[in-house]
């Protein structure tokens, strides 16, 4: 073994083996306690979203943000965030600024504007049918859509149906379908007895 080169022996060998093994068992345990606070993480965010209490607390905290904001209608696709900001910094200071976008990334056409303060809302209505990039703003106070009160809406008809509504009887009923007859055998049937 000497010849070859290698400078250790089979004791060495299995020791190095074994130091580079505890190295790796103890990076899978630090793994494994990352995981596990994780989750418990995950778990508890989870039971604080089921918690009537917690539930309560967020629903009167999302009240209390929208009592800040405003809902901005018409805004320009070009618009970018900093420019509305500029548009509502003589109002009050600016919280945050969200543009709504699509699903492709592109924007929806409305804006929402957070203020610190409550105050800056009533000013922020003020600029109602402004101008920014050339189209008129419509500004109006953001309100709380409330979990669970969705708004009933009936089914839109289909104009390009016609119907004859939803209780209309018709004013003949064919039995068989239109243009059609029940089939009749033709001639009598023999009957010995007759």
Known sequence: MEGDGVGMTAAEFTEAGFDEMRRRLSEMDEEAAAVRDMQAK??????????????????????????????????????????????????GTVNRITIRTDKYGQPKGYAYVEFLEPEAVQEALLLNESELH?????????????????????????????????????????????????????????????
């Open 42 to 91: 995950i778990e508890k965010e989870m039971d604080s979203a089921q918690d009537p209490a917690a539930a309560a607390t967020s629903q009167a905290n999302r009240e209390e943000v929208d009592s800040r904001s405003v809902f901005v209608g018409n805004v320009d696709y070009s618009c970018t965030p900093e420019e509305v900001k500029q548009h509502f910094q003589s109002c």
């Open 134 to 194: 050339g189209r008129q703003l419509k500004v109006t106070a953001k309100r709380t859509n409330i979990p669970g009160m969705k708004q009933y809406r009936p089914r839109r008809s289909n104009p390009f149906v016609r119907s004859r509504g939803p209780y209309m009887a018709p004013y003949f009923f064919a039995p068989y379908g239109y243009g059609k007859f029940p089939r009749v055998r033709m001639g009598m049937p023999y009957s010995p007895y007759y």
